[in-house]
């Protein structure tokens, strides 16, 4: 289960522009990239886009953010 501890690591996590990971797109697929979709209580959804090198984009931003390792693979490895 994604507690909100483990999107609270994503929140305080070291920002990147996309311009300095865009090497994480040519690796797509299930294997290096997953999405994890959150309920707001407004009743809109936020979608997150996980990369397997441990990089999470906001689907409406072009920002990425870099999560601790250990987090990270914790939380890839609940979404399988």
């Known amino acids: 289960m994604v507690t909100w501890r483990k999107l609270n690591y994503i929140i305080s996590s070291v920002l990147y522009k996309q311009e300095s ?20 209580k407004d009743g809109n959804q936020v ?17 990425f953010f870099k999560m601790q390792d250990e987090v990270f ?3 890839w490895n609940e979404l399988e």
């Open 73 to 75: 693979h914790r939380l």
């Open 47 to 63: 979608q997150l886009r996980l990369f397997k090198e441990g990089y999470v984009s906001y689907t409406s931003s072009h920002v």
């Open 21 to 40: 990971v865009s090497y994480l797109f040519n690796d797509q697929g299930d294997a290096n990239e997953k999405f994890l979709y959150i309920s707001l």
